[in-house]
């Protein structure tokens, strides 16, 4: 049986128990394998119309591409940003253990 591919897939919020809280939802909802807490962090961003600066905390999902659609749909309902980032980027490499860890993971 082929791995499913895997993503990486990155969010920004506004405190560390916001993070969590995050990480542990998609996790228990088998939408992400993993999530990794980073923080804080500067961000420098234009919004409507200002140039705006704030201290968030970065959340990188571990999900396959197959699960993308259901953590994106669980971040956009459990998010408190009203457009919050949700970037995924492919995994092009990894080891077989770690992938098959993830898919294993995500599978409902």
Do not use: N
């Amino acid at each position: 049986m082929e791995t499913p591919a895997c993503l990486a897939v990155l969010t920004t919020t506004d405190s560390a128990g916001k993070a969590g809280e995050l990480a542990r939802g998609a996790v228990a909802a088998r939408v992400a394998a993993c999530a990794q807490i980073s923080g804080p962090v500067t961000s420098v961003y234009r919004w409507q119309g200002a140039v705006e600066t704030a201290t968030e905390w970065q959340i990188h999902f571990k999900t396959t591409e197959v699960r993308y659609p259901a953590l994106e749909a669980y971040l956009r309902e459990a998010h408190a940003y009203e457009t919050p980032e949700i970037i995924a980027t492919p995994v092009v490499a990894g080891g077989a253990d770690y992938l098959r860890w993830v898919a294993r993971e995500t599978t409902p």
